[in-house]
């Protein structure tokens, strides 16, 4: 069974957990992270597992899971059980309060709204502690994101998603500090010849069971963008506008947040020329069709004694090709999310190749926030 590591918030370990239940931990590319855990209850259990202290598993001390929900349970036997999310989680901690703006490289724009709602905002009471931006991976995308108000971690991953990268927040045990960092998986595609090659199907001998999933309910094609103003004064913009008759899917977006004029971060007045407006409009459709394209997945799981070993030559966010005959399909898809889980009887590893499948309160909350 796989050891864990048990941290407070300032980077003392508090003890380790090597008997439980039950560990199962999903690896996100997309979205945030969770462990889930099932011990039996004991004093020393209900000591160390108190929120917001940190689970690491031995062999990855640097990613670590927060803990948010605590359920104890008396029947035949005392039973706890702990989610925790990954330390990205504590950016939904913060709003963007203000409209905000940056042009420019798509790793400074994510750490642009990071800084200025968790690290160095005008309110010092706002200040995540500890939190810092580690140096930029190397991906090499413009792009220009206005907001106000809002989500900070919904915003973050919204144009994470966009240009199929991702970001974490990992634990500096020497500087005991949480380093914000953002990165994007390898291409180990057929589609490039620069890498090694990982492929995966039942053909090959490296796939136990699979199961594909093609889901167009929520998809969307073409977003109606409304900006600043009233009636027949208030500006539109329209993002993909050559999409028509059955291929043509609608989204409207309410984007009154978005104003010409604001207020920058030395407290300037900018107004914004009408082609840098429009722009804005635009990128806020972009942003928000990401969120309702088309799910096409494989969720498959993987011999993991087969010639392609998951950590060694392959890893969550890159991207693979895998196929199934049966059904003549052909995908070159990202590693998604990968689940471990361990219990006395064994271990399962599963893995999501390809969009992965909104949960229930996801559904609900993207409703909401429509």
Same mark, same amino acid.
């Given at each position: 069974?796989?050891?864990?590591?048990?941290?407070?918030?300032?980077?003392?370990?508090?003890?380790?957990?090597?008997?439980?239940?039950?560990?199962?931990?999903?690896?996100? =590319?997309?979205?945030?992270?969770?462990?889930?855990?099932?011990?039996?209850?004991?004093?020393?259990?209900?000591?160390?597992?108190? %929120?917001?202290?940190?689970?690491?598993?031995?062999? *990855?001390?640097?990613?670590?899971? !927060?803990?948010?929900?605590?359920?104890?349970?008396?029947? +035949?036997?005392?039973?706890?059980?702990?989610?925790? =999310?990954?330390?990205?989680?504590?950016?939904?901690?913060?709003?963007?309060?203000?409209?905000?703006?940056?042009?420019?490289?798509?790793?400074?724009?994510?750490?642009?709204?990071?800084? /200025?709602?968790?690290?160095?905002?005008?309110?010092?009471?706002?200040?995540?502690?500890?939190?810092?931006?580690?140096?930029?991976?190397?991906?090499?995308?413009?792009?220009?994101?206005? &907001?106000?108000?809002?989500?900070?971690?919904?915003?973050?991953?919204?144009?994470?998603?966009?240009?199929?990268? @991702?970001?974490?927040?990992?634990?500096? %045990?020497?500087?005991?500090?949480?380093?914000? #960092?953002?990165?994007? $998986?390898?291409? %180990?595609? @057929?589609?490039?010849?620069?890498?090694? %090659?990982?492929?995966?199907?039942?053909?090959? *001998?490296? !796939?136990?069971?699979?199961?594909?999933?093609?889901?167009?309910?929520? =998809?969307?094609?073409? +977003?109606?963008?409304? $900006?600043? $103003?009233?009636? @027949?004064?208030?500006? =539109?913009?329209?993002?993909?506008?050559?999409?028509? $008759?059955?291929?043509?899917?609608?989204?409207? #977006?309410?984007?009154?947040?978005?104003?010409?004029?604001?207020? /920058?971060?030395?407290?300037?007045?900018? @107004?914004?020329?009408?082609?840098?407006?429009? *722009?804005?409009?635009? &990128?806020?459709?972009?942003?928000?069709?990401?969120?309702?394209?088309?799910?096409?997945?494989?969720?498959?799981?993987?011999?993991?004694?087969?010639?392609?070993?998951?950590? !060694?030559?392959?890893?969550?966010?890159?991207?693979?090709?895998?196929?199934?005959? *049966?059904?003549?399909? #052909?995908?070159?898809?990202?590693?998604?999310?990968?689940?471990?889980?361990?219990?006395?009887?064994?271990?399962?590893?599963?893995? /999501?190749?390809?969009? /992965?499948?909104?949960?229930?309160?996801?559904?609900?909350?993207?409703? #909401?926030?429509?």
């Amino acid at each position: 069974m796989i050891e864990l590591y048990v941290f407070d918030l300032e980077f003392n370990l508090l003890g380790e957990i090597s008997e439980y239940k039950e560990l199962q931990i999903e690896r996100n =590319y997309d979205k945030v992270s969770q462990l889930v855990l099932r011990i039996s209850s004991s004093l020393e259990a209900i000591e160390l597992l108190k %929120h917001d202290n940190i689970l690491t598993t031995q062999d *990855d001390a640097k990613y670590g899971y !927060i803990i948010e929900h605590f359920d104890y349970t008396d029947e +035949a036997e005392t039973e706890i059980e702990i989610i925790a =999310y990954s330390l990205n989680f504590m950016l939904s901690w913060r709003v963007i309060e203000r409209q905000q703006r940056f042009n420019g490289n798509v790793e400074n724009l994510i750490k642009y709204f990071v800084n /200025n709602n968790a690290i160095t905002p005008s309110n010092p009471n706002r200040v995540i502690p500890n939190l810092r931006l580690a140096p930029n991976s190397g991906i090499d995308i413009m792009d220009e994101s206005t &907001k106000t108000g809002g989500e900070l971690l919904e915003h973050c991953f919204e144009v994470c998603n966009k240009h199929e990268m @991702t970001m974490d927040i990992l634990l500096n %045990h020497q500087d005991k500090k949480f380093d914000f #960092v953002t990165w994007q $998986g390898v291409d %180990h595609s @057929t589609q490039q010849t620069i890498n090694q %090659h990982v492929i995966f199907s039942k053909e090959f *001998d490296n !796939i136990i069971n699979q199961k594909y999933v093609h889901n167009r309910v929520d =998809y969307k094609t073409t +977003a109606i963008v409304a $900006g600043e $103003g009233e009636g @027949t004064a208030r500006k =539109y913009k329209v993002t993909n506008d050559q999409f028509s $008759g059955f291929n043509r899917r609608e989204i409207f #977006v309410d984007a009154r947040d978005l104003q010409s004029t604001y207020t /920058n971060d030395n407290g300037d007045e900018i @107004t914004m020329s009408l082609a840098e407006y429009n *722009d804005a409009l635009i &990128k806020r459709g972009d942003e928000k069709l990401s969120e309702y394209e088309i799910i096409e997945t494989f969720e498959s799981e993987v011999d993991m004694n087969s010639q392609f070993v998951y950590g !060694i030559d392959y890893y969550l966010g890159d991207r693979v090709s895998i196929r199934n005959d *049966d059904i003549q399909r #052909v995908m070159h898809p990202r590693v998604i999310s990968s689940t471990f889980i361990s219990k006395k009887e064994g271990i399962m590893f599963s893995i /999501n190749f390809g969009s /992965n499948i909104p949960t229930l309160f996801e559904k609900i909350k993207k409703k #909401v926030n429509k």
